[in-house]
T-cell receptor, first 114, second 116 residues
Framework: KAGVTQTPRYLIKTRGQQVTLSCSPI?????VSWYQQTPGQGLQFLFE???????NKGNFPGRFSGRQFSNSRSEMNVSTLELGDSALYLC?????????????FGSGTRLTVV | AQSVTQLDSQVPVFEEAPVELRCNYS??????LFWYVQYPNQGLQLLLK??????LVKGINGFEAEFNKSQTSFHLRKPSVHISDTAEYFC??????????????FGQGTTLQVKP
């Protein structure tokens, strides 16, 4: 059974640009969550998608957005990149999104903003 | 608001020694508790989880954790560590209900350094 796949693994972008990250969940999983990991703030929840709808959202500015497709694959977009957006972005998939289901994480996308 | 506190940022230990990584959480409602491990340049791997039932939970790689409701703790233990256990460990809390879907609250992490 394939795990959670995130692409690309590494990205370097310039301030002001935008970036799109991709996450393919485990087959049959309908919920995808996104997290930002930085040395200073740790792991922070960005948002969760279920059945192509954003169902839950963390405390991040509107520059951070996402979407989910009918096959449950999800993309995350960050517009007008800032240096502080440099981070490891992790996605996690689960059956229905509840804590009882548990969450399986991908290997992450390392974004560097220069 | 929920919070998770990992009481040690770094834990150095010699190989084959026992180790305990401490985690306290604050919540006024029932929670689900998780421990994840992160190796360098990798994602998070689930070690174990407490959902309900027995307070002693066994996980992968010889790790176990004990849920203590009165002390709101969920400490992770291993009786004998290996060099390969060197990694960062995260304690996390999840809740049920709308507004909590897909969301875990993580502690700041504990770096376990196993020395030969």
């Amino acid at each position: 059974k394939a795990g959670v796949t995130q692409t690309p693994r590494y990205l370097i972008k310039t301030r002001g640009q935008q970036v799109t990250l991709s996450c393919s969940p485990i087959s049959g999983h309908r919920s995808v969550s996104w997290y930002q990991q930085t040395p200073g703030q740790g792991l922070q929840f960005l948002f969760e998608y279920f059945s192509e709808t954003q169902r839950n959202k963390g405390n991040f500015p509107g520059r951070f957005s996402g979407r989910q497709f009918s096959n449950s694959r999800s993309e995350m977009n960050v517009s007008t990149l800032e240096l502080g957006d440099s981070a490891l972005y992790l996605c996690a998939s689960s059956l229905e999104g509840g804590a009882l289901d548990g969450y399986t994480f991908g290997s992450g996308t390392r974004l560097t903003v220069v | 608001a929920q919070s998770v506190t990992q009481l040690d940022s770094q834990v150095p230990v010699f190989e084959e020694a026992p180790v305990e990584l401490r985690c306290n959480y604050s919540s006024s409602v029932s929670v689900y508790l998780f421990w994840y491990v992160q190796y360098p340049n990798q994602g998070l791997q689930l070690l174990l989880k407490y959902l309900s039932g027995s307070t002693l939970v066994k996980g992968i790689n010889g790790f176990e954790a004990e849920f203590n409701k009165s002390q709101t703790s969920f400490h992770l233990r291993k009786p004998s560590v290996h060099i390969s256990d060197t990694a960062e460990y995260f304690c996390a809390v999840g809740r049920t209900g709308s507004g909590n879907t897909g969301k875990l609250i993580f502690g700041q992490g504990t770096t376990l350094q196993v020395k030969p």
